[in-house]
């Protein structure tokens, strides 16, 4: 499979946040998000065998249980990454899969936890979220959006109430976008919407979400890659 990268660094979003998680990165995304801060997977990369990312991946662990499987967008290699997935849950490892849902969803082994990023207004990429892929959702996963502005927010507000999310996963996280040649402070001062503003409307709407704060851009500078 083609990988930008495979390093071990603490979880930055989602409710495993802050835990130390081996990071393998796959290269490639079909989406063009407006805010994200992946683009150099979009090309390049190392093409490795399965027992090669195994190899490097238990490297990079050392005491670690924990993986995330991450892009770009890991789905598009679906032929490769599911066996891979298998492999880790073998040995023993709690796996994660960050994707945005808009690949099926079907063949992801049970027991990995998918956080699934549906993709709102502002993003340039939204309605491609599959929706078939809500049936794939099991309890343990989890469903993030990402907001830059009132309109964003007013779509996952809708989108979480329409499809009962809060009953059919374990976590779902409003997280503020953060812009993406933000550098320098390590504060909320980089975020497209004040999670202030963003916590305000969650609590007038008594919407039983998770605000979510990109720990690692709080921890490093919110340009440095491979953390
Ligand atoms: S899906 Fe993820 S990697 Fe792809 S463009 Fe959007 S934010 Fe970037």
Same mark, same amino acid.
């Given at each position: ?51 090669? @990312? ?5 490297? #990079? &662990? +050392?005491?670690? *249980? %924990? ?6 967008? $890991? ?42 990023? @549906? ?5 340039? #990429? &939204? +309605?491609?979220? *599959? %929706? ?6 099991? $309890? ?88």
């Amino acid at each position: 499979m083609q990988i930008t990268e495979i390093y071990k660094s603490l979880q930055g979003e989602s409710s495993y946040s802050g835990l130390p998680c081996v990071f393998v990165r796959l290269t490639a995304c079909n989406l063009r998000c407006s805010w994200c801060d992946s683009e150099y997977t979009f090309q390049g990369g190392r093409r490795m065998t399965l027992e090669e @990312v195994l190899g490097e991946t238990e490297r #990079a &662990a +050392g005491a670690c *249980r %924990m993986v995330e499987i991450t892009g770009g967008e $890991p789905m598009l290699q679906e032929r490769e990454v599911v066996p891979l997935m298998e492999r880790l849950l073998e040995r023993g490892y709690t796996v994660l899969l960050e994707t945005s849902g808009e690949r099926p969803l079907a063949r992801v082994p049970q027991q990995v936890v998918k956080i699934v990023d @549906v993709k709102c207004p502002h993003s340039g #990429a &939204a +309605g491609t979220f *599959r %929706m078939e892929n809500l049936e794939a959702l099991a $309890p343990h996963d989890e469903v993030k959006f990402v907001l830059s502005d009132r309109a964003d927010y007013e779509f996952a507000r809708d989108f979480v109430r329409e499809h009962g999310l809060p009953l059919k996963v374990a976590s779902v996280i409003f997280s503020p976008a953060f812009r993406k040649e933000a550098t320098g402070a390590r504060d909320a001062s980089h975020c497209l919407l004040d999670p202030r503003e963003l916590a305000e409307w969650v609590l007038q709407d008594e919407l039983p979400v998770r605000l979510g704060l990109q720990l690692h851009k709080f921890v490093w500078d919110p340009a440095e890659k491979g953390v």
